[in-house]
């Protein structure tokens, strides 16, 4: 396991904040209320480990396979449903959506392979991920991959929790199945937008990997 490199600031700030409660902690603090002393000691260590975990990149053996579409990122399956996309296709698409828990990795890979053909930021809410108008009206950034005659429009969606979205991809950029497309810190929501008529692999509540789990195969 790796850390991830957006999360040098964030882990560089809480082990000085980890440090500072911790040592006035053991100053003003464990001489008259050890028991006290300890359970900050013990919480401040949790904490600080749970915000590492944030940025954590386990190994794990990538799925590459033309045909398919690889699940972009880790968490659970919430939907899949067809709707109508106002933003690049104007018209009906299958949505799949991927939920993403603080608890799981938080970065984001390309689902197929191609050249990236759209690509848009847009500020919004921080209406929690599950909420049905989250797609729409939420801070977001929006990616459009194009492999033949194959495009998928990806959506990293920000929530109540996640404020920072980072995407590392550009117009024109020839992009690599499984590799990083972006991160989403301290988690949310990615979008799938698929052709209508996509075959999906995935059933709605299934927990799902990024990078691994084949979430839809493309027809010839």
Same mark, same amino acid.
Do not use: H, M, Q, W
């Given at each position: 396991m790796t850390i991830h490199?957006?999360?040098?600031?964030?882990?560089?700030?809480? *082990?000085? +904040? =980890?440090?500072?409660?911790? &040592?006035?902690?053991?100053?003003?603090?464990?001489?008259?209320?050890?028991v006290t002393a *300890?359970? +900050? =000691?013990?919480?401040?260590? &949790?904490l600080f480990l749970f915000i590492v975990s944030f940025f954590r990149i386990p190994k794990r053996l990538l799925t590459v396979h033309e045909k398919q579409i690889i699940c972009p990122a880790d968490g659970k399956v919430v939907v899949i449903e067809e709707v109508v996309d106002e933003e690049y296709f104007k018209d009906k698409r299958l949505q799949v959506s991927v939920f993403m828990s603080p608890a799981n990795v938080h970065v984001n890979r390309n689902p197929l392979s191609g050249e990236v053909v759209y690509s848009q930021y847009h500020k919004g809410k921080y209406l929690v991920a599950w909420h049905p108008k989250s797609s729409t009206?939420?801070?977001?950034?929006?990616?459009?991959?194009k492999n033949g005659g194959t495009e998928v429009l990806v959506k990293q969606i920000a929530g109540a929790l996640a404020k920072r979205i980072v995407n590392y991809l550009k117009v024109g950029q020839q992009v690599v199945q499984g590799e990083?497309?972006?991160?989403?810190?301290?988690?949310?929501?990615?979008?799938?937008?698929?052709?209508?008529?996509?075959?999906?692999?995935?059933?709605?509540?299934?927990?799902?990997?990024?990078g691994v789990t084949v979430l839809a195969t493309i027809k010839d």
């Open positions: 490199k957006e999360g040098y600031k964030s882990i560089g700030i809480a *082990a000085l +904040i =980890f440090g500072l409660i911790n &040592i006035g902690s053991f100053i003003f603090i464990s001489g008259n209320y050890p *300890a359970i +900050i =000691f013990s919480a401040s260590v &949790i009206e939420n801070e977001r950034y929006s990616v459009v991959i990083e497309l972006g991160f989403i810190k301290f988690g949310s929501r990615v979008d799938l937008l698929l052709p209508v008529g996509t075959e999906v692999n995935v059933k709605l509540n299934e927990v799902v990997k990024g």
